[in-house]
């Protein structure tokens, strides 16, 4: 029985080792490995039936020498608005000759006007300016999420090509760039179309910018011309360029909400102003030029006729002559800004920091019936920053076209729900605050 139990063993451990070997799974892992199919080795070229396979083809073709770029892949398939429209886009080379474009527009004036090219940045602003209808040309991004925000349908034409953040920042004079950034035709103010609400709210009212030098003026006065509803923003020679990227970014958009229209003449400013347009300028030596008026003696508007001899450049032996105020100065009523001047339809004149208002626009403003408009200022401050002036002129002539002026005050019909206790009492409170 012994002999029988030892032939038994000897016989189940000869099957296990025909199974395969014995590791740490047991039984269970010589049957799996049984049940495994051999692996076919298969030469270089070769495909599983034998067949030879041929090389797929180089997805990215480099083009003629010369050009610095190269063609980028299809976008992916999750996109279905890039593929319904067609889009594609590549990327740039080191040497590629459109990336010096950039700079150049933006530090160079006389080649964004001879040229007519503008340089945008931001998602927002190039979405503002392809809604407005702005022809792009070159769209540079550095993730491809960046330049699928925009309106793709709008993208059509324009060459899209990636480079890398490392440039976009080289370019860029933002602490924090966004990656993208595009160049497109100068617009056009009568071929854009602006936003319906923005048409809806216009009002009546024109604002000239007078030799307005500083871009960041310019950017917030735009701005607040677009937040008060004028209905178009004139920009004399001598203003800087409205399309200078400092200006842009001030504006915020503004750029693509109002009609604005550069470079004029004066001769030629009535030409794009209403009929019988009644035009006020913003002069704080308005307060000066009243107190001549009425006798009294006043250091500051002799310092203000020298002012407007200088503008007019005068010789220096002219200069020394003491020249009458009224001799050669129009002739122009002093008004505070809170008084009512909105008869007609209106225009304002926005002088620069420096100079100010320029002759030509009090000629104008005499020939149409208009004053010299001034805001209030504590004795011992010369006068406002322009932007700051713009904004409290627009919106005040803003309150007045919309029935809240001082007549409207006086027979009840003022949208202003604050009456005068309400003023009072605020007053009182502020006052107490300062103590």
């Given at each position: 029985?012994?002999?029988?139990?030892?032939?038994?063993g000897?016989?189940?451990?000869?099957?296990?080792?025909?199974?395969?070997?014995?590791?740490?799974?047991?039984?269970?892992?010589?049957?799996?490995?049984?049940r495994?199919r051999?692996?076919?080795?298969?030469?270089p070229g070769?495909?599983?039936?034998?067949?030879?396979?041929?090389?797929?083809p180089e997805?990215r073709?480099?083009?003629?020498?010369?050009?610095?770029?190269?063609a980028?892949?299809?976008?992916p398939?999750?996109?279905?608005?890039?593929e319904?429209?067609?889009?594609?886009?590549?990327?740039?080379?080191?040497?590629?000759?459109?990336?010096?474009?950039?700079?150049?527009?933006?530090k160079?004036?006389?080649?964004?006007?001879?040229?007519?090219?503008?340089?945008?940045?931001?998602?927002?602003?190039m979405?503002?300016?392809?809604?407005?209808?702005?022809?792009?040309?070159?769209v540079?991004?550095s993730?491809?999420?960046?330049?699928k925000e925009l309106?793709?349908?709008?993208?059509?034409?324009?060459s899209?090509?990636?480079?890398?953040?490392?440039?976009?920042k080289?370019?860029s004079d933002?602490?924090?760039?966004?990656?993208?950034?595009?160049i497109?035709?100068?617009?056009?103010?009568?071929?854009?179309?602006?936003?319906?609400?923005?048409?809806q709210?216009?009002?009546?009212?024109?604002?000239?910018?007078?030799n307005?030098?500083?871009?960041?003026?310019?950017g917030t006065?735009?701005?607040?011309?677009?937040?008060?509803?004028?209905?178009?923003?004139?920009?004399?020679?001598?203003?800087?360029?409205?399309w200078?990227p400092k200006?842009?970014?001030?504006?915020?958009?503004a750029?693509?909400?109002?009609?604005?229209?550069?470079?004029?003449e004066w001769?030629?400013?009535?030409?794009?102003?209403?009929?019988?347009?009644?035009?006020h300028?913003?002069?704080?030596?308005g307060?000066?030029?009243?107190?001549?008026?009425?006798?009294?003696?006043s250091?500051?508007g002799?310092?203000?006729?020298?002012?407007?001899?200088?503008?007019?450049?005068?010789q220096e032996?002219?200069?020394?002559?003491?020249v009458?105020?009224?001799n050669?100065l129009p002739?122009?009523?002093?008004?505070?800004?809170?008084?009512a001047?909105?008869?007609?339809?209106v225009?304002?004149?926005?002088?620069?920091?420096?100079?100010?208002?320029?002759?030509?626009?009090?000629?104008?403003?005499?020939?149409?019936?208009?004053?010299?408009?001034l805001?209030?200022?504590?004795?011992?401050?010369?006068?406002?920053?322009?932007?700051?002036a713009?904004?409290i002129?627009?919106?005040?002539?803003?309150?007045?076209l919309?029935?809240?002026?001082?007549?409207?005050?006086?027979m009840?019909?003022?949208?202003?729900?604050?009456?005068?206790?309400?003023l009072g009492?605020l007053?009182e409170?502020?006052?107490?605050?300062?103590?």
């Amino acid at each position: 029985m012994a002999a029988l139990g030892l032939s038994r063993g000897w016989g189940l451990r000869t099957l296990l080792l025909a199974a395969g070997p014995v590791w740490g799974g047991g039984t269970r892992r010589g049957v799996r490995a049984l049940r495994r199919r051999p692996v076919r080795v298969l030469s270089p070229g070769q495909g599983p039936a034998g067949t030879v396979v041929k090389p797929e083809p180089e997805r990215r073709k480099r083009e003629s020498p010369g050009s610095g770029r190269e063609a980028g892949p299809e976008p992916p398939a999750s996109s279905g608005s890039w593929e319904e429209l067609g889009l594609r886009y590549e990327r740039a080379l080191p040497g590629d000759r459109r990336l010096s474009k950039v700079m150049t527009i933006v530090k160079s004036r006389s080649f964004r006007e001879k040229k007519g090219k503008i340089l945008l940045e931001g998602r927002r602003l190039m979405a503002d300016a392809l809604r407005a209808g702005a022809q792009p040309q070159t769209v540079f991004f550095s993730r491809l999420e960046y330049v699928k925000e925009l309106p793709g349908d709008k993208l059509k034409g324009a060459s899209l090509v990636k480079v890398k953040f490392d440039e976009i920042k080289e370019w860029s004079d933002l602490v924090a760039p966004q990656g993208i950034m595009g160049i497109f035709a100068k617009p056009d103010h009568a071929k854009m179309k602006f936003p319906e609400t923005q048409l809806q709210h216009s009002l009546p009212l024109v604002l000239i910018c007078d030799n307005l030098r500083d871009p960041g003026n310019l950017g917030t006065i735009l701005r607040s011309a677009a937040g008060a509803g004028c209905c178009k923003v004139l920009l004399t020679k001598g203003c800087v360029d409205a399309w200078e990227p400092k200006v842009l970014r001030a504006g915020m958009g503004a750029h693509f909400q109002v009609p604005i229209i550069s470079n004029l003449e004066w001769k030629h400013v009535p030409d794009h102003l209403p009929s019988d347009t009644r035009v006020h300028v913003a002069d704080n030596c308005g307060r000066h030029a009243g107190a001549q008026q009425s006798g009294r003696a006043s250091d500051q508007g002799g310092v203000c006729d020298r002012r407007f001899q200088k503008h007019r450049k005068y010789q220096e032996e002219e200069l020394r002559e003491a020249v009458p105020a009224g001799n050669w100065l129009p002739d122009l009523k002093v008004q505070s800004y809170d008084m009512a001047w909105t008869e007609a339809p209106v225009a304002i004149v926005i002088g620069g920091e420096t100079h100010g208002v320029s002759v030509e626009s009090l000629q104008l403003a005499e020939s149409t019936g208009g004053k010299r408009l001034l805001i209030p200022v504590v004795p011992g401050v010369d006068s406002l920053n322009s932007a700051m002036a713009a904004s409290i002129l627009l919106f005040e002539g803003r309150r007045q076209l919309r029935g809240g002026g001082p007549q409207a005050r006086l027979m009840g019909g003022s949208e202003d729900p604050t009456s005068a206790q309400d003023l009072g009492a605020l007053q009182e409170e502020f006052s107490r605050l300062r103590s």
